[in-house]
């Protein structure tokens, strides 16, 4: 980990340098904030999604990794997950073959989390997505 930027009250946020250990780093500081803010429920869930973005980041982008988890306040109840990277091209759902070894991320995202979406940054873009709170 590059650094831990803030993990106090409702925001939570790392940044991981861009190396296959980033994965692992990010999936676990996922993990262990998720169960001090009593989401245990949403960690397995959020963990596996950011491995398949924090892992998106990794082939396609050079630089750091961002993660930032946002508390769900009482209206809304949802998590926010964010991922961000330095490359300014957004990522693209495709449908993979019986046979691809890749390609099946943003379809797990699609299809796990409430919404999701990209957005362009100041430098790259991000990734992210709402996990409700049952």
């Given at each position: 980990m590059i650094?831990?930027?803030?993990?106090?009250?409702?925001?939570?946020?790392?940044?991981?340098?861009?190396?296959?250990?980033?994965?692992r780093a990010a999936r676990t500081a996922v993990r262990e904030r998720l169960r001090h803010w009593g989401l245990d429920v949403l960690a397995d869930i959020a963990a596996l999604?950011?491995?398949?973005?924090?892992?998106?980041?990794?082939?396609?982008?050079t630089g750091p990794i961002g993660v930032?988890?946002?508390r769900p306040d009482a209206v809304d109840g949802v998590l926010l997950v964010e991922v961000s990277d330095p490359l300014p091209d957004p990522p693209r759902e495709r449908v993979a073959e019986l046979d691809d070894e890749s390609g099946r991320g943003l379809q797990?995202?699609?299809?796990?989390?409430?919404?999701?979406?990209?957005?362009?940054?100041?430098?790259?873009k991000t990734v992210w997505f709402e996990l409700s709170v049952p």
């Amino acid at each position: 980990m590059i650094g831990v930027i803030d993990t106090e009250g409702d925001c939570a946020e790392w940044i991981f340098p861009a190396d296959p250990g980033a994965v692992r780093a990010a999936r676990t500081a996922v993990r262990e904030r998720l169960r001090h803010w009593g989401l245990d429920v949403l960690a397995d869930i959020a963990a596996l999604l950011v491995s398949e973005l924090v892992t998106n980041s990794l082939r396609h982008a050079t630089g750091p990794i961002g993660v930032r988890l946002v508390r769900p306040d009482a209206v809304d109840g949802v998590l926010l997950v964010e991922v961000s990277d330095p490359l300014p091209d957004p990522p693209r759902e495709r449908v993979a073959e019986l046979d691809d070894e890749s390609g099946r991320g943003l379809q797990l995202v699609a299809h796990a989390a409430h919404r999701w979406g990209t957005r362009p940054g100041a430098t790259g873009k991000t990734v992210w997505f709402e996990l409700s709170v049952p």
